[in-house]
């Protein structure tokens, strides 16, 4: 018997789970441990924070269907790290923290043979200052719930402008080093897509902020698209989205501190600026957990494990380098701990070798730019790969690791979403194929010009509407979930 | 809403394409969209299924 822990229960966690129970019998033990036992469609969180869809249109409670599945859910957070054990327990473990107000401050030694940590990011806030979402007029699209609250503050200006006031809503990135520009450039364009569907627009002004040297980088160095008879860029891609809505860009801005009225931001000519704003949601700073690991002896190992940002080491390539000397095989295949062979780390728990886009840095010191973004198709990847070379080692006995998914391999699907309605909505179907640029490969563009792609239309928002109910059936385990692809 | 309603010469928001009401047509017109969504998923598929190995 094997048992498996999955810490995490967000698009890694919850895919590797689910292909484990499926591919592993009753004799193995898979137990899932997660802060909270509900699961959230993160896409979806834009349509929530515009009021086109509730929480609970894009959430369930994991519960049920883990007890079906026979899958053990424990409702805690991890905190320490043994991968050797102590002087008790003979093997790894994790000691977790219950979350539940019944078992509040209750700590558990949890054993394993295998351990998934796909824990995802901490929404580092207080890393930028005066950031708190749902005080005042800064809202977040990042969970469920501060969707929600976002939600009903745009309500309420809304309702301003319907009284004639004006109002300046700004969006983008909040720390100077963020990443996941993609929902924050969902959220302008759906927000504008509101304040136009009521006329309102006179009253509105719309302004993206971003750490990007340009726009459409995405954290991702922009992509080279084949469009209308020329081999164009996704800089040009997304102005012309904000020039057709008249939307103002702010670029190579690293946000630092925001106030009730004002955003204030570096940029990289070491310019301190500030913008008014009247409602404003800023994408937070992406960090580990702050775990701790500890041998057998009880010495602190956190650097074996973790990387100085917090997030798990893996068989990437940390070696610093230059960013002319980087290449995609620098990125992690296998997301196995390379001190701890039994340990994985897919989704965004995975320390990156480096980020995608050329790392700048102003005259003041400040770094301003995009870190790299592992969107929900790679993390899903990663999460079955991950359960696909588990159930391998427990059935051959054999820690050969046979699938690997790299970022500089694998491609990856966004659709943008610039408006909701079945018959008058609009997204960008965007593609990259591979994440990483591989110059090497793609000597010209550094992706397959033929499979990197952006198209607005209305087709793009059917694609995003269908994906909603289609993941979230998959995640639901209803019949032939496996069926549907990552 | 699509067109440009402020255009301040010599700044960034003045360089960009713009789509032409033609563009903006073939992005709603439902047949050529319907089209175009069959064409979108199999590029998509195509992505997918080399993802990993």
Redesign the interface.
Known sequence: MARIVVLGAGVAGHTAASYLQRYLTKEHQVTVISPSSIYQWIPSNIWVGVGRMTADEIKFDLKPLYKKWGVEFLQAKAQRFYPEGDAEINSGYVEVSFTTPDRSGQTQKVPYDFLINATGPKLNFEATEGLHPGEGNIASVCTFSHATEAWELFKEKLEKMQNGQKQTFVIGTGHPTATCQGAAFEYILNVDFEIKRRGLQDLAEVVWITNEYELGDFGMGGAFIKKGGFISNTKLFAESYFVERNIKWIKRAGVKKIDAQKIYYENLDGEYLEQAYDFAMLIPGFAGHGFQAFDKQGTDISAKLFAPNGLMKVDADYTPRPFEEWSVADWPQTYQNPSYPNIFAPGIAFAPPHSISKPMTNKNGTAIYATAPRTGMPSGVMGKVTAENIVNWIKTGNPEIKHKASMGKMGAACIVSAGYGMSKGTAATMTVSPVVPDWDKFPEWGRDINTTMGEPGLAGHWLKWLMHYMFLYKAKGKPFWWMIPE | ??????IDKYS??Y?????TNTTLF???F?PF??I??MI??W???????????
């Open positions: 809403m699509e067109n440009r309603l402020v960034e928001q360089y960009p394409p713009t789509p073939w992005r709603r439902i969209q319907l175009r969504f979108l998923n590029k998509i598929i195509r992505i997918v299924a080399k993802g990993h190995s």
